[in-house]
């Protein structure tokens, strides 16, 4: 038989026993599901949302303007997702596929009254991702957030994504973190937050909640051991906390400078948290953090081509980063008392004897811990000028 022969024959005999993809459902048979929202209703029920897109508008418009959404939000009522899920369905023509989901929402009720007990689909099922954006909506719910558009993207589930990873946090981390934290007893869970707002913060600003157009990010959402939501930090407390953890990307710092002010973008962000125990079970905990960055801006008299000018700013930026952060620490020990920063865990890892001795009442221990903060900070641009152009020769500090 020649060579060409047996070729056809194998050919022909894997031919019959390939078999297709039987339960394949084509991209027009989809409805692609991008966000999706947790409330209760007024008994308490799930009320469980969604963002779908809407193909045939996606192309069309420019910008993400015109009067047609580009998006279709839909929402129903059950015991739990998959109840909600099957009376959604009926009323969509096409199947749902959450694959492509980007972000979750829970609303502020919601999440007060406590998640642990309706959450298992998001990491049970094999189509969703655990690595994705999750926010607490601040006074509002997920259904209303999910209805909000935003000009500048389309579909707008992904301006609150792009708009965390701008600002430097965790990005498609957060539930991930927020699942590592509920299952461990020296931290506390804990989300970032967006609320319905403009663009405009001043004109808008009373304006009822109707006339609210976007989401933007409004600080970090703090909850308990039992998953319930307890308090809130805001934007800049959130950056402070992303810092101590060791998550934040980028931070601009400002301060005040000889008569002035100057700003700090401050990148290759560091944290080092290093407890201490006494022999009478007294905690304290040092605080160490480092960054360096680029100045942006300097409003004062100072001369940065001199050395000793730029150490005099560091040493500025120190002392304004360490009393900020410091204030932080203090607002989450005294406020809510529950160790959002992880100071338990480190004891856990560092010191595990001792850490079995701690644990069971580690929440009232961590706010009468003693916290100390250290800030070690390197200017290492100063732009393209060593004085501000705004001062004469005679008023430059040399």
Known sequence: MSRRSIFCYVFCFCIIFTTGCWDRKELNDRAIWLATGFDFDEKKDLQFSGQIVVPSLMQSQNGGGGAAKEFLTISSNGKNVNDSMQNIQEKLSRKEFSGQRRVVFFGEEFAKHGIKNHLDVNSRSHEVSIRTDVFVVKEGTAKEALNLNYPLEKPPATATIKAHKEAGGRGDKAFLNFLIAANSDGIRPTLPVVEMGNFDDGENKGQESSSKSIL????????????????????????????????????????????????????????????????????????????????????????????????????????????????????AQKEYGEDIFGFGETIRKKHPGQWKSLNKEWDNLFSEAEVSVQVNLKIKRIGMTGPSLLYKESEIKK
């Open 216 to 331: 933007r990010l409004a600080g970090l959402a703090i909850f308990n051991e039992e998953l319930e939501l307890i308090g809130y930090l805001n934007n800049q407390e959130n950056r402070h906390f992303l810092w101590v953890m060791g998550n934040l990307k980028n931070m601009t710092i400002s301060a005040p400078v000889k008569d002035g002010s100057a700003s700090l973008n401050l990148t290759k962000l560091k944290s080092d948290i290093v407890p201490e125990i006494s022999r009478n079970k007294k905690l304290r905990f040092v605080v160490k953090l480092t960054g360096e960055g680029s100045l942006l801006e300097n409003n004062s008299n100072l001369d940065l081509v001199e050395p000793k000018n730029i150490k005099d700013m560091q040493r500025k930026f120190e002392k304004r980063v360490k009393k900020q952060i410091h204030k932080t620490i203090t607002k």
